[in-house]
């Protein structure tokens, strides 16, 4: 009997040293991927994103290092003045389908720059495609080694066809089990034994949603329990570091958003399709349509598409509408958008675990009315446009300051009126943004084409295709705003018939022609700015101000730019650039600024050196 229990424990204990070996080789040899979500960046104060850490969630979709996204990149040492912020969520926090550094979380960020204009302020994006509460629950573990001050969520949106959610199989705990096995380099490669890269042009919506449906009941109570059992591993892991969290309630389109799909679709198809023209404006108010529906609704009681319509019409008579719509989005069988439990838990759980709850949708409906859950905020099913991401910022904005200081909340709505009056003109009369916080974030002509490029790719893949009742994309699309004033609407025009060519490129090249050099100046910072952790814009803006002889701008980006780059191209550029300040006569600066930004802050350089 000793030997056998004798035998057994040698035969654990060999396996599990072998394992550690392994996985230790695996370390030590670069086998694997770190999970990290950020890599310290060699002879800087930085960090920045770690492009391998999206691995772990979206497995057979990697992108090479040189053409991830490098969106954050903040100090190692947190100031003692610092406020660091970490935003955490799915593709609406992320800010999509604006560049992270343009949406809602940049636009807090500053805010609170001009009203704490004492803090160093640093809004830190981890929001991407796709993610549910899982992956929230999963990263938030492993932000408190990076002095977090407040804890920013917004998630709820992808508990159905997320990268991990209801259609991915699994339990909740075996979701749970499968994401920290990927944290070892041992399973990592064990997995890769059976994952396809994955180079389809497929929009992650369409890839994950692949023909899944959903009717409404057949998951949603374990689907609303999961996401509870999520956000409590949240606010417990943040109560037990003293880190404050801020969560959103979440909204989504109902009333210029169909359904995708629903119930006894088949039947209802025909018949909606044969009474097209009863759907028009002129025609919405009629008996006959009212009659029409009640009819439908007593034969389809479970139908989203006939309780959307119904909603619709009773907007269009004025009366009460969005309950209808409500119903329309839980009905449908396609869940992109929430459904109303997960609101639930959302609210539910903020109040038993005394975060800070910002009551989006009455706030929406305080502001704008029921037309707010339209194209007034909303860009498609579930994204917010610009006046949305302006909304966002403002009301967490508040919530952050409530935190902090109470009696500076109100100088929140004086300094976003500003950007509303911005976007009033922006909307009525065509004018670009012309405020402070796009001159802030930078947003030019060629963000509002490629934010305007993603949504349509969005809507011309599946689920929006198959739609019975078409999305249809907001008239205003391409008609107002900077691609709608020259030059950049006949460049536009011309950029149609080009082949082989990125808009950028085409941009830059048209306004060189026009000698547009202030306008280039803005658009090469502006990808700087998108891309801070990332050597490529720096070199950009470098050869820029080069070429147009501001050689102290072109060597501070060219600083930068060598600190920032890795192999071959940080090789290349130290060449280039050595023989550049040599033949200038500046080695002695280019070595102090070196020296100086491999110690203090880029920002710190503009208003300090």
Known sequence: MKKKVFYTTFFLFFWVVLFFVIEGGFRLVGIGYSTEPFERVAGTPYYRDNPDFLNKYYPNRRTPRSEAKFKNLFLVEKPTNGLRIFIVG?????????????SFGKMIEAALKHILPEREVEVINLGYSAMSSYYVADVV?????????????????????????????????????????????????????????????????????????????????????????????????????????????????????????????????????????RFRHETWKTEETKRLLDTWRGQFPSNAHVWYLTGIAQRTKKEEFLSSLRLAKDLDVIPFRYREGIREVLRRVATEKGVVFIPLQEEIQKRFGGEGFGRLLFIDHLHFQYRGQVFLAELGTKAILSLLSSQRRGETERLFEEVYLAIERFSEEGFAHENWLDATLFFTVYDEFMAIQNILTLVSQSPYTEMLIPFGKDPAWGRIGMVSQEPFKTILASYETTKGQTFGNFLLSELAKQKRWEVIANLLEAYRHNNPGWYVGYKNCADFFLSRGEWEKALRFYAMAYLLAEGKEKKTLSQEVEKLVEGMGKEKEWRALLTWLAKNSWSGYNTSH
């Open 141 to 277: 573990k492993k932000l408190f080694r990076y002095q977090p001050d407040v804890i920013l969520l917004y998630t709820g949106q992808n508990e159905y066809y997320g990268t991990l959610s209801a259609t991915t199989g699994g339990g909740y705990f075996s979701k749970r089990f499968y994401l920290s096995l990927r944290e070892w380099r041992v399973f990592q490669v064990l997995f890769g034994l059976f994952e396809r890269k994955n180079n389809s042009p497929k929009t992650m919506m369409a890839a994950q949603f692949a023909g899944q449906h959903i009717p409404p009941g057949a998951v949603d109570k374990r689907v609303a329990e999961a996401f509870e059992k999520n956000l409590e591993v949240v606010c417990e892991e943040a109560k037990k570091h003293g880190v404050p969290v801020v969560v959103y309630d979440i909204a989504a389109n109902l009333i210029h958003m169909p359904p995708f799909a629903s119930i006894d679709e088949e039947r209802i198809a025909p018949l909606v399709l044969s009474n097209q023209g």
């Open 90 to 102: 799915g593709s609406t926090a992320q800010g999509w389908p604006f560049e992270p550094n343009q």
